[in-house]
T-cell receptor
Framework: GQSLEQPSEVTAVEGAIVQINCTYQ??????LSWYQQHDGGAPTFLSY????GLEETGRFSSFLSRSDSYGYLLLQELQMKDSASYFC???????????FGKGTTLSVSS | NAGVMQNPRHLVRRRGQEARLRCSPM?????VYWYRQLPEEGLKFMVY????????ESGMPKERFSAEFPKEGPSILRIQQVVRGDSAAYFC????????????FGPGTRLLVL
């Protein structure tokens, strides 16, 4: 079977740094994506890792270790608007469907 | 540059009726994916289509559900004889012909079966 594990909830305060981990077990692995979803709206693409290492995009960074079947999303300088659900998702092959984790609800307080 | 469009945004059906959900991909995109999301859950893959072809329907129930992506017009997900368990948010995503890693999602259709 396919499984992605990520924490169900994370809380933090404005200005802090938070890391959301994702471990995966899938038959085949091509890359790991992260998506943000506000209040059940359209999932918004945040980042993609196809190779091991860190990808940085503004306040968000994502990391992948293929040998550990592990990745994380790092959010810096948290803002209230970052309160949302964050999903890791695996591509088993290029251009195929995504397999999503159940999501992590991030709550940012002032 | 318009994003992925889905309509209707909300759909209410009684048990036994048919539901038709439409998805227009981003301009230049020829790959369409349908996902279903239950409350407090992640998105579950249903079907992957390219123009006039179903590439992967491994996530779609064998009965009552069908999908198409005709040469002209939007992709359609059709659910026949809906049951209460079909109530969910249905999201469509699209990607360019190159098979890029990024899928862009539409706003979803929230289906409620009474």
């Amino acid at each position: 079977g396919q499984s992605l594990e990520q924490p169900s909830e994370v809380t933090a305060v404005e200005g802090a740094i938070v890391q959301i981990n994702c471990t995966y077990q899938t038959s085949g692995f091509y890359g790991l994506s992260w998506y943000q979803q506000h209040d059940g709206g359209a999932p918004t693409f945040l980042s993609y890792n196809g190779l091991d290492g860190l990808e940085e995009t503004g306040r968000f960074s994502s990391f992948l270790s293929r040998s550990d079947s592990y990745g994380y999303l790092l959010l810096q300088e948290l803002q209230m608007k970052d309160s949302a659900s964050y999903f890791c998702a695996v591509y088993r092959q290029a251009g195929t469907a995504l397999i999503f984790g159940k999501g992590t609800t991030l709550s940012v307080s002032s | 540059n318009a994003g992925v469009m889905q309509n209707p945004r909300h759909l209410v059906r009684r048990r036994g009726q048919e539901a038709r959900l439409r998805c227009s991909p981003m301009k230049g995109h020829s790959h369409v994916y349908w996902y279903r999301q239950l409350p407090e859950e992640g998105l579950k893959f249903m079907v992957y289509l390219q123009k006039e072809n179903i590439i992967d329907e491994s996530g779609m129930p064998k009965e009552r559900f069908s999908a198409e992506f005709p040469k002209e017009g939007p992709s359609i997900l059709r659910i026949q004889q809906v049951v209460r368990g079909d109530s969910a948010a249905y999201f469509c995503a699209s990607s360019p012909p190159s098979g890029t890693e990024t899928q862009y999602f539409g706003p979803g259709t929230r289906l409620l079966v009474l």
